[in-house]
């Protein structure tokens, strides 16, 4: 049993000051929890509050196409889990004293800090996923095609939750009383580390093999964005967990660590719905028809699935000025008319899009 968790069975909560001496026969030096950590806590939770609004008007205007083209259950949960690793890392980055319901170490960093980053990144790699079977392997993205991995994603992560709860304290997270903070055995937290690089590699293969797809709403360059900020993200985390494995302990280290994770969260979920909700807001007509005819112009009819009315009165959305003319699809192509759910309005030939996401 190492030093630190011999500590952590000696009795009794003790006053800053001895707390601090504790700390220090380690050879460590602790800043303790103070006016920053709480500033940070607050600045973070406006920050998701602020993107909770943004979220809750694009579920509000959900039937608004262009939003609607956002996948909004799977925006949705993405946020979501973006709240629980913020709460995960309030009690593991060592914001606030680890006493009270604080103090259950494996509840906050299981289940909320592990939990939240694996849903997280495995949202990521399902939407790397889908790009590449309808733009790569042409293949369609509804029914079990969808949902099989997203139940074995979920399972998986389940199995791993359920696995490290069970498995003994000495050997994943403990308690360390004598410190009020949570202690994470080597093994466990590269083992965890390794899990999460293993998904965002499978991602990386995946925007290998999409680098190339022509898309007519920026699908491919929004989840680029999302890729890279969160790799910098778990690189971050790898290298302060490696290099300062007691950062808790730094009032500097623990700040800049909680808001990198904190910015990453709020900057994916904004990547994907800040200009449909932006176009909604103060254009919301002239934007969804921008919207249709460049789903027309881009000449991208087989991937998106656009299938013309030929009896329905002409309108401008026919009449591009771009020279791609929509003709109907072969029978073939009909395979994945269902990945897009596109229809057509028979009174004026504007598509109803809503794309796999």
Known sequence: MSTALALSKRAPKLSEADRIKGIADLGKTLEPVGVTDTVTIAVSASLYGVTGLLVLYALIHRNYRPIRA???PLTTVMY???IVWFLGDIATNGLVYNVGVWSKCKLWVIW???LGGYLYSSIVLLRAHALNR???QRKSFTGWAYYMPIVILAAALLIFCLTVQLISD???VSYLSKLEICH????????SLALLWLVWFASLFYYIKIRHIQTAFNEFREALVVFFIAFTTLLETSLVHGIF???PLNRTLRTITTYVDVVCGNISVWVFLVYPVFKCIFYREKYEHEWLAKLARDGLQREYQIEMNRSANTSDFAKMGSGHQLTSLSSNDRTYATDYHITLDSNSEIANFSSYR
């Open 170 to 172: 000495d050997l994943t």
């Open 80 to 82: 979501i889990a973006c």
């Open 184 to 191: 994470y055995v080597e093994g466990f937290k590269w083992g």
């Open 245 to 247: 494995p007691t950062y």
């Open 112 to 114: 909320f800090r592990d």
């Open 70 to 72: 956002k996948n909004m």
């Open 134 to 136: 309808i733009f790569i």
